[in-house]
């Protein structure tokens, strides 16, 4: 069995200190968006991705990888950089 040695933060702690984010939707190579660009620079993006048990997590930062969600929050993701994000909650995410 592998231990991840990693420190987590729960989804619904991150959202309660820097905001609701929103889903962003690549429609053009990552280096060309230039909005996306300025998003990762401020360390506001969270990429989701499925774990090999099938349970969602994030990370803070742009990991372009297939099959994985992108959050933009309002503030800055700095304080929860290097840990795992659990506890991914669909239902606080802002919807237009």
Same mark, same amino acid.
């Given at each position: 069995m592998k231990l991840l040695k990693v420190k987590t =933060?729960? $989804? =619904?702690? #991150? #959202?309660?200190?820097?905001?609701?984010?929103?889903v962003y939707t690549l429609w053009q190579k990552p280096a060309q968006d230039r909005h996306l660009?300025? +998003?990762i620079k401020n360390n506001r993006v969270m990429t989701i991705q499925k774990s090999e048990a099938g349970s969602e997590f994030g990370i803070v930062g $742009?990991? +372009?990888?297939k099959g994985a969600s992108y959050l933009i929050f309002p503030k800055s993701l700095k304080r929860f950089e290097n840990k795992r994000i659990v506890g991914i909650n669909w239902d606080l995410i802002k919807t237009r």
């Open positions: =933060a729960r $989804f =619904a702690q #991150v #959202v309660e200190k820097t905001g609701k984010p929103e660009q300025s +998003e $742009f990991k +372009e990888k």
